[in-house]
Structures are given as structure tokens and as C-alpha cells.
């Protein structure tokens, strides 16, 4: 490799190109540290749990265990929903239990262990969703299986699974059953390492009982669990909209419940709650035949309930888990029902991915909450239209470009580092109005031992292309020492499947020779070739060209 000697007021350039715009410039000091770079985003999750032990559900969990640096946690629903198994959208079945004649439970756990066998034996962990209600125990069985499909109200979706159960005697005895069941095939310590919550969004339509009803479901589920383990971890609610009013009523009432009031399932005062969970959503819409991105709405939903479980000293260092935080609310959507959907196949989805978690990470640091983990409700479809516009990390087997942002945060560890962007939006402004006037060139940067990367990207809310930017990168105290420097990138050349989809002319049945071509494009792609330079004084850096939705990872080691 080429040896590039530095001095402190110059920096690396890859491509030098001359704009109108002034380049933007990201500062970061190697020794100001602000946190751990702790993979909150290793969270994943999504409706259909029969995926899971699918063809394209297994390859696709493969490739999220290979990608991340600790456990990934998967949260699914309808763990517990009656039914013979069969996938469909937004639907899922395990049939974990029924009755028989005489009212006796009988439980199944053959599907179950088929989704959780999956996880373990890739090394995942279940963020174990405790739901949603078996035919045989809902107060409101009939109609009970749904048919949704893209198009339809989606309030066609709440059925008999969605009720209080008849019996919370029997519900509670069902996740004992469930509990103690997964410590005899898993082990002790395996189980004591997940995390178990209760249902799913219970302010809204996934819940049809009152909230002091799903306070009782929660009480018996929670007694549940620790009867069959009392060491194990429970927790919720998973409130929708946690920045709406009633979002924010339903947690302050939830964690007030647990903290003060009397116990529906043991009498006593308080129940346990070691992991809080809520929603957040962004709001995409269709501006002049584009997609136009919202992330105020989602930054607001994670800084309000920040805020709420900070405010109780009880729950103020309990483990948070954004249960959902998504660019909006429906992964089954696709854009030929919602053309607002629009930006799930392309960059547009990797640059708000990347650009949004650091500012949950921002977020978690402003309010010094103990922000676990972020769930991207975003898994694949199996048997579905390539590249139909579902939120999805893969189509048909093949990688979407926002998988490869996961794959480039999976390659940064250590300590988090403060930036400094010239161009980067502050984090009140994105709250309060998203990222709609320039472009939000800004970084997340993480340093190790012998090594530093750099996540960039070049956003904006409007879906539309624009003039690259020259992004000036300056790096203070690195070793004074030979550092090697690999970039990788996404953009509309590079780890970007869906562009060749398109020059292939979209096929909907592609040969195996380009089924093979597109899954090779949709990994995550170098660019250019390695540079070797010397940081003098402690000081280097890079210029980087990126594309409008560009993304790219900066990997210096030493």
C-alpha cells in the first residue's frame, strides 16, 4: 500500500471534486469519550412468528446473528395465538393452547420450541412477548382468526385474540407452564438471560379490555413467570405513541401500578417490573409524487418516555427497551397500498437508520436512562412480491441496503465518542421539526483499542436526489503511528440490491444466476481500496464524496 505522510492541517482525500456548497466538516477527539458503544439496535422483531423456522426466516436470522458482536434479541407476536401454524401478514400461530371437553388445559409447546430452538442454536436470545390470548380463554372468541391483507382496515386485524382472558386462574397457570417448560429444555441460566413482556401496545386496538383489565393480565402473567422462575426478568407495557397522550398516561399509570398498587394476582402491594418497554414511530407522507420522511414524531416518542421512567426513583435505572422504533407503524404495508412506504427498498431507509439511532443513543445520554435496546420492527416475508415495499431487512432471500447499516454497526465497538458536525442537525431541532431545511451530515463515531470507526451519513426527509457533499473528517489524537483505513459504503452502487433489481428490469422471477447476482450486491460492499497514511501529532483524517442517502463506515486500525 501506498504510505501517505500527513501534517496536522491537511487531511486525507479520497476524491477531490469542487461544489458550490462548502464541504461539511465532522470534528471528533479519539480521547473524549462519552459512553459504551453497546449495541442497543441488536433488537429485532416482527408479527408472523412462523417465519422463523422458514426458509428465508432462517437464512435471515443467520445473517442478523453473524452481523452483531453480542446476543441478537428477537420480540414476535401471536407466540400464544390458536391456530394451525400457517403464516400469513400480520398473523401467526402456535396453538400453545387449548381445552379439552371437560375445560382442561392442554399445552403444546411444539411450534413454540420450533421458533426458540431457531434463536438458540444461532446464539439469539427471545425477547419473550407473553401473547396474545388462546381461542379457548378469550372472553370474546368469535370472529377469531383474521384475514387482513395490504389495503384493508387495518382495525380488521383486532379480534378474539385481542380480549382478557375468562379465567386469569388459567392464564397465569399458562405462562407458569410456558416458563417452567423453557428452564427444563433450555437450562436455568439460559432463561435467567432473556427478557419476558406482556402483550403488545395495550393503549390501543391490540388490547380490547380496560387498562386496569390489562393490569390484572399483567399481575397474573408476571406471577406467572416468576413462579416458574423467580429469577427471571418481566416487564412492559409496550404502549403505542410513547409522546401521545395516551400513550403517556397509559406508562405513567403502568409504572404507578407497579411501583404503589395492590397486586390482582398475589394481593400484595407492587408487582415486578424489571424491563419498561414503549412505541416509536415516525410518520412518512407523499409530498409532490415523493416520499417525505417525519422522525420528529419517533424522537419525540423515545424522549418523552425517557422522560417518564427517569421521573420515578424507582424505576429511573430500570432497563429500557424501545419495543418498536420504526419509520412508521406498519411492517405489512407495502407501497402499492401505501405509497408513502415508498423509501423501504432503497437508501432512504439506511440513511434514516442510521441517522435516527444516534440520536437515540443522544437521547439516552441526555436523560442518563439505561437504554437497553431498540427494536426494528423489520424482519422479511416469506413468499411475498420481490421488493414489494414491505418494511423488511430482505426480500426473497436477498439483503435490502438497510441491513448493511446493521452490518457496519456491528462492526463498532468500545466507547462511544462525542462529534461535531458543521452540518449535523442538533438534537432538539430533529424532535421538533425533523430534518427538513440542508441535508443532516452528521457521524457516530466509536473508539477500541486499536481501532476507531466512524458511521457517516448524508440525509435528508425528502426522497429525492441531490448533488453529493464533500464531508471534511478531522480526527484529533490518534496514535502518532501508521494507520490503515478501509471504507465501506452505501449508496446507489455499492451493498444496494434493489438498484440492480431494477436494471435487471425488476423481475418477479429471476433465474438462479441472478438470484445469485442480487444476493451478492445486497452484502455490504467496500469502497475503494485500503489506504495506509501516518498520523503526525495525533492528527488525521479523511474527505469523503457522499451521496445524498449515502451512508458509509470509516474503519481506522492500528
Not at 436477498?398 to 458543521?422: A, C, H, Q, T, Y
Not at 480526527?475 to 465501506?488: A, E, F, M
Request: proline share 6%.
Amino acid at each position: 500500500m501506498k504510505l501517505i505522510k500527513l501534517i496536522p492541517c491537511f487531511l486525507l482525500l479520497f476524491k477531490l471534486s469542487v461544489f458550490a456548497q462548502q464541504p461539511a466538516t465532522i470534528r471528533i477527539d479519539a480521547n473524549n469519550k462519552i459512553g459504551d458503544m453497546y449495541p442497543v439496535w441488536a433488537w429485532f422483531g416482527h408479527d408472523e412468528p412462523n417465519y422463523t423456522y422458514m426458509k428465508d426466516g432462517r437464512k435471515l436470522l443467520s445473517e442478523l446473528a453473524a452481523l452483531s458482536p453480542v446476543p441478537v434479541r428477537m420480540r414476535v407476536h401471536n407466540l400464544l395465538t390458536s391456530g394451525d401454524g400457517k403464516a400469513a401478514l400480520k398473523w401467526g400461530s402456535t396453538n400453545a393452547y387449548t381445552e379439552d371437553a371437560n375445560g382442561k388445559p392442554i399445552y403444546n409447546w411444539h411450534l413454540v420450541d420450533s421458533i426458540f430452538d431457531t434463536y438458540i442454536k444461532l446464539g439469539m436470545k427471545p425477547y419473550a412477548q407473553i401473547g396474545f390470548m388462546p381461542e379457548a380463554l378469550s372472553t370474546h372468541p368469535t370472529p377469531y382468526r383474521h384475514y387482513w391483507k395490504p389495503g384493508d382496515n387495518y382495525d380488521d386485524v383486532y379480534t378474539g385474540w385481542a380480549y382478557p382472558p375468562k379465567d386469569y386462574n388459567k392464564w397465569e397457570e399458562l405462562v407458569y407452564q410456558w416458563v417452567k417448560h423453557s428452564v427444563e429444555r433450555y437450562g436455568k441460566a439460559e432463561v435467567e438471560s432473556w427478557y419476558w413482556e406482556v402483550w403488545n401496545e395495550p393503549n390501543i386496538g391490540y388490547w380490547k379490555g380496560s387498562m386496569q383489565e390489562f393490569f390484572k393480565l399483567y399481575d397474573y402473567a408476571a406471577q406467572g413467570v416468576k413462579r416458574a422462575l423467580p429469577t427471571a426478568h418481566v416487564g412492559g407495557p409496550e404502549v403505542a405513541g410513547g409522546s401521545s397522550p395516551g400513550g403517556m398516561k397509559f406508562l405513567n399509570a403502568f409504572i404507578k401500578h407497579c411501583i404503589a398498587d395492590t397486586n390482582y394476582a398475589t394481593g400484595k402491594i407492587g408487582s415486578p417490573i424489571d424491563v419498561i418497554s414503549f412505541h416509536a414511530k415516525g410518520q412518512p407522507t407523499l409530498v409532490n409524487g415523493h416520499v417525505r420522511m417525519n422522525m420528529a414524531p419517533q424522537i419525540r416518542d423515545i424522549r418523552e418516555g425517557f422522560k417518564i421512567v427517569a421521573s420515578y426513583p424507582e424505576t429511573k435505572n430500570i432497563p429500557i427497551v424501545i419495543g418498536e422504533s420504526d419509520p412508521e407503524g406498519c411492517a405489512a404495508c407495502g407501497m402499492a397500498t401505501n405509497p408513502s412506504n415508498a423509501y423501504r427498498n432503497g437508501t432512504m431507509y439506511s440513511s434514516y437508520t442510521a441517522a435516527s439511532i444516534a440520536r437515540e443513543y443522544q437521547l439516552a445520554d441526555s436523560l442518563g436512562v439505561n437504554f437497553m435496546g431498540s427494536v426494528s420492527w423489520s424482519f422479511e416475508f416469506e413468499d411475498q412480491p420481490w421488493f414489494y415495499g414491505f418494511r423488511d431487512l430482505a426480500t426473497n432471500g436477498v439483503d435490502k441496503p438497510v441491513l448493511n447499516v446493521f452490518r457496519m454497526l456491528g462492526m463498532m465497538k468500545g466507547k462511544r465518542l462525542k462529534v461535531n458536525g458543521s452540518e449535523m442537525y442538533p438534537l432538539k431541532t430533529v424532535a421538533d421539526s425533523s430534518i427538513r431545511k440542508s441535508t443532516d451530515i452528521g457521524a457516530l463515531a466509536s473508539i477500541d483499542k486499536k481501532e476507531m470507526t466512524v458511521l457517516l451519513w448524508n440525509y435528508h426527509d425528502d426522497d429525492q436526489q441531490d448533488t453529493a457533499r464533500t464531508v471534511n473528517l478531522r480526527i484529533d489524537h490518534l496514535p502518532p503511528t501508521l494507520i490503515k483505513l478501509t471504507q465501506y459504503r452505501i449508496d446507489n452502487q455499492h451493498s444496494n440490491a434493489y438498484e440492480v433489481w431494477k436494471k435487471m428490469g425488476s423481475p418477479q422471477k429471476p433465474p438462479p444466476a441472478q438470484v445469485k447476482e442480487l444476493e451478492k450486491a445486497g452484502q455490504l460492499q467496500k469502497f475503494g481500496k485500503p489506504v495506509t497514511l501516518l498520523a503526525k501529532s495525533g492528527l488525521s483524517g479523511a474527505t469523503v464524496q457522499l451521496p445524498r442517502q449515502g451512508v458509509a463506515l470509516l474503519k481506522f486500525s492500528w
